[in-house]
């Protein structure tokens, strides 16, 4: 940090220094331009032409421009000439580069053009609070600052020594010597949310809560953990500014489509490739692909070259059996509602590792037996780790490509089991079926759920 750098009185960090490209002193870490500032900034520059340095003199910054200074005029003698009042010129720049930023970052993150631009219009919201609020400190408008959402400590009503705490209005009223306010004066009391700030070192975090926000708002299927992965922040610091800018923009956002997300889940782990069986050799991948012309192993030679990622259609990502039984048995789970109290991830990363062994026996088996090694050891062992040559995929794997915690996975995972091991308790087979094999039965159950529930619906 600037040894030269002055003390911020928005965040209360020495963070404010010179911005060269922007004309004027802002904050490094939050974006704000000091009203001090704001006019003129004194520095010291050098004679182009003579090669020393010359007196300094008052350098006009963006809330003036470069024209209001005379060139060789020294401390007081220089000559103001306001351009701009209010430091617009700094804020739409500053606006610009952000938008750019945001554009990347949608397309980083792969959305659509409606969420970048309900996006781009949630941050053009943002910056135009905040020239209303520069406008108020300007003129020394206190209520017009506080209508412009500028205040940066909001009063809660909700404490324990305020209205409507614990404390009874009778107990108040003894404290503090009076009657306890109406609802109409403590509405009257309420100030809005503070105003998100812009800029600053966490600029990409907070432009990665507005794209998260705008998602949530389109009903798109973006999580707090991917956008957090591309901005390299911490979820939950990406959660708290979402928070605060939701609030301040007013926003009701609707809730997770499980579904959709565990779906995306499915069909990106099958374009990734990890579900397929790699074969251990080029001599191996060079007879598949004979096998599949109807070649000679000699001819193969001739045809074409197969490469690590190869690009699949949508509708074959769709046909493909990983998704095909991962969007029945997400049905099911949601119209019984096992998946309740539990995030999106952790659903995707369970539902995804019972189709998984659903669709490969061998991996059902070892994993089954894995576990019951790791009983009798007495070690927390992980079953699904076991390698064969069907769709295998450690927990860990797993975990990570759906961003959730391998023993939540776990957890999750037995639950819906044991669910299914319930649902088959009713039927003829019911006997026969326990934890380690229900998920070969798996089509059999949806099918027999899907009768009876349309049973119950007719009576």
């Not at 910054?61 to 020294?74: D, I, L, M, N, W």
Request: charged share 20%.
């Amino acid at each position: 940090m600037d040894s030269e750098a002055e003390l911020c009185t928005r965040c209360s960090t020495y963070s404010v220094s010179y911005d060269y490209g922007a004309s004027c002193c802002v904050c490094q870490n939050c974006g704000f331009v000091p009203p001090q500032h704001e006019f003129v900034e004194y520095r010291e520059i050098a004679d182009a032409q003579q090669g020393h340095a010359v007196g300094g003199h008052f350098a006009v910054t963006a809330a003036y421009g470069t024209e209001g200074v005379q060139p060789h005029a020294t401390g007081v003698a220089a000559t103001l000439h306001p351009v701009d009042s209010n430091g617009a010129n700094a804020r739409a720049r500053r606006q610009r580069l952000e938008l750019g930023d945001l554009e990347r970052l949608a397309a980083t993150l792969r959305l659509p053009g409606p969420v970048t631009q309900l996006a781009a219009g949630f941050l053009g919201r943002i910056h135009e609070a905040a020239s209303e609020a520069a406008t108020a400190r300007r003129y020394g408008d206190d209520d017009a600052e506080v209508e412009a959402g500028a205040s940066a400590v909001v009063g809660d009503y909700n404490a324990d020594d305020s209205w409507g705490g614990p404390r009874t209005g009778e107990e108040n009223a003894d404290r503090r010597g009076k009657a306890p306010p109406d609802s109409a004066a403590r509405d009257s009391r309420r100030v809005p949310p503070p105003r998100p700030c812009t800029g600053g070192q966490q600029s990409s975090a907070r432009l990665g809560a507005l794209l998260y926000l705008a998602a949530r708002s389109e009903r798109s299927t973006l999580t707090l953990a991917e956008v957090a992965m591309a901005t390299c922040t911490d979820m939950y610091r990406v959660g708290e500014m979402a928070r605060q800018q939701a609030a301040f923009l007013q926003l009701s956002l609707p809730s997770v489509d499980v579904e959709r997300f565990v779906m995306r889940m499915a069909r990106e782990l099958v374009a990734s490739g990890q579900t397929s069986p790699q074969p251990a050799t080029a001599a191996e991948v060079r007879a598949g692909v004979a096998a599949e012309a109807e070649l000679d192993p000699e001819a193969a030679d001739a045809a074409p070259e197969v490469t690590a990622t190869m690009p699949v259609s949508a509708a074959a990502l769709w046909s493909h059996p990983l998704v095909r039984k991962t969007s029945q048995l997400t049905e099911l789970v949601v119209r019984k509602g096992w998946h309740e109290g539990r995030s999106p991830r952790t659903v995707a990363g369970a539902l995804l590792s019972i189709c998984l062994d659903a669709l490969s026996p061998k991996r059902e088996v070892a994993a089954a037996g894995a576990a019951a090694r790791a009983a009798g050891a007495g070690s927390g062992g992980d079953g699904i780790n076991a390698s064969n040559s069907g769709m295998s995929l450690s927990t860990a794997q797993l975990s990570r490509t759906t961003m959730c915690a391998a023993s939540q996975l776990l957890e999750l995972k037995q639950e819906i089991l044991g669910h299914l091991v319930r649902l088959a308790a009713t039927l003829p087979f019911g006997p026969l079926v326990g934890l380690t094999n229900v998920a070969t039965y798996l089509d059999v159950l949806i099918a027999a759920d899907t009768v009876m529930e349309g049973i119950h619906q007719q009576q």
